[in-house]
């Protein structure tokens, strides 16, 4: 095995089906051979750990705590996927509030025990939400926490590729901006499907305008869909994206997808969010610009970081974030 | 990307823990882009393959299909975890005539669909029954399916890593033959644990003979252990090590740990059988070799050889082989 770095990633929610699932992927892909698996849910964390064990990584040097402060102590690189899920007879705005507080302890512990965090990505519920909390409480740069934004734009290359029944790789430029599901904004105008725009084959008996919005709603609704068909949320590709998001801060190749990113400039019409642009991903983390688009894809794309910036308002609202103006206090890279 | 080899590579009970995250590591791994996902499961199948499309891999075609012909079509490398598992009242009887008749016709799928498979691996259990009758009635030569037998092993090197406090890979030469759990061979005479002779160890302070004894339970139990923490079967370190297996015949590069294999040689004392042995694997397949041990340990094969042969001669009784002077007219290569 040739790792790509040393240096010590920690997978926080390691006992759960994504974050187990990564630390066999993150090894792998021979990222590096220094794991450290993070949960609060000690017996599964330990069954989780020998399975690890079990595969006989060469190389591989995998620890398993319980402990935060000992798993992210010298931790270069992070990825959670440790929030809580949805449970019966929770609000949506229990979840919210449950979520991003476990989020803005996550960056108070960056703070404390990871302040040489390279890059983390953030991956629970709801991402862009709890990614911005992280942050802004970690004290980090701002491109140093990103979140996974991908699998609405791989979703979308994988409903255009079965209509058109052309294999996957033959869609291009699939691209999802802003929030997820029902919140993203569909940038179709630079999508080809085997060399041919999008836009000519939309109201075409090829894909009718029906089909197209048929097909949106299926992208949407990608995640319940897994639910639906498996009896379990998507874990495989969250776990694989996510990584693939890593290994471009560590080997500087680049990654193909959108990611969620810190966004704040007034000029442009985002302020202090955290929400999927054009990004580039290198080793000094996350970088963004304003995505190319029509006027009503970037019309959608301020909707959708309307819609996201009123969460962050609750969020604000419930005291896990603090005021707008407060922010500067807490994380002076903001 | 850079895949090994464009065959494809069928992966049977695709819809499964182990057959699901073994599709997503044999693309990371980047085997082949030729992946079909089978399982008679559809719905459950169609969520699996979602999420591999969802994945992105550049450059797979990945198909899925509930049609075992379809399936097994063209397949150049195939691996099966597609066993039932056992049910509330089900007797070991049950399990045993269940698993090798799902075998039985797996082998006969094979020769109609597939008689030019390079490599199978079996992985569902009893594995070396299974991979035995399958063998039989597929028509293939001997080397051409292997079953995986190295987690016991690896659980041995973990568990001696875990005593002595060292990394896992200065554990070295950890070895299990036969068959598995209960009726493993423990090959301890090559075993080094950081450079020491794990015989110049075993009866000493730092391992005590009642440590050792404790030890090796835990490493035949290290699959109910598993079951214990996780709440169900292990499917990752399997997964993994299964493809590795496959991995080794198409890169030639070879496979660290032992396999079942094919064994007939009544000079050996081994008759018709599957089971442990050491193994090379290359692109032929597998080729085995009586390992090297101490008299006590051949012993103890002989005795795994026997409680296997005693399986494989139930099995004959149920019908699902042939009687072992008939293996020639069903499979000329035996």
């Given amino acids: 095995m040739s790792y790509i770095t040393q240096d010590k990633l920690v997978i926080l929610g390691a006992a759960g089906a994504i974050g187990s699932n990564m630390t066999q992927s993150a090894l792998t892909m021979e990222l590096t051979p220094n794991v450290c698996m993070y949960d609060p849910f000690e017996k599964g ?57 476990i989020a803005a302890q996550l960056g108070k512990d960056i703070r404390e025990y990871a302040p040489g965090l390279n890059f983390g990505v953030i991956i629970f519920n709801p991402a862009d939400i709890t990614g911005l909390t992280t942050l802004v409480h970690s004290g980090l740069a701002a491109g140093k926490i990103g979140t996974l934004a991908a699998l609405d734009s791989t979703r979308l290359q994988t409903a255009l590729a079965q209509h058109f029944g052309v294999e996957q790789d033959d869609v291009t430029g699939c691209r999802t901006y802003g929030g997820h599901g029902e919140m993203m904004a569909v940038f179709q105008s630079r999508a080809k ?49 996510s990584l693939l998001m890593l290994k471009a801060v560590m080997d500087g190749q680049g990654y193909p997808w959108p990611s969620g990113v810190y966004v704040d400039d007034a000029s442009a019409g985002f302020e202090k969010i955290m929400m999927a642009m054009e990004t580039e991903l290198g080793s000094e983390g996350l970088s963004w610009s304003i995505p190319e688009g029509t006027e009503e894809e970037l019309y959608e794309l301020q909707a959708s970081y309307q819609h996201l910036a009123k969460l962050r308002d609750e969020v604000i609202e ?17």
């Fill in 45 to 101: 964390l330990e069954g989780a750990a020998e399975e690890i064990y079990h595969c006989a990584f060469p190389g591989a040097s995998v620890t398993w705590t319980t402990d935060i402060g000992e798993a992210l102590s010298d931790a270069k690189y992070l990825i959670s996927s440790g929030g809580a899920p949805r449970k019966e007879g929770m609000t949506r705005e229990d979840l919210l509030k449950g979520n991003t507080e």
């Fill in 193 to 241: 499907v085997a060399g041919t725009p999008l836009t000519d084959l939309i109201g075409t008996d090829k894909l009718t305008e029906e089909d197209w919005e048929k097909l949106l709603e299926r992208v949407k609704q990608g995640g319940k869909r897994i639910i639906q068909l498996r009896g379990r949320s998507s874990f495989q590709s969250p776990a694989h994206q």
């Fill in 318 to 334: 419930m005291g896990v974030l603090p005021s707008l103006n407060e922010w500067g206090k807490v994380n002076p890279n903001l």
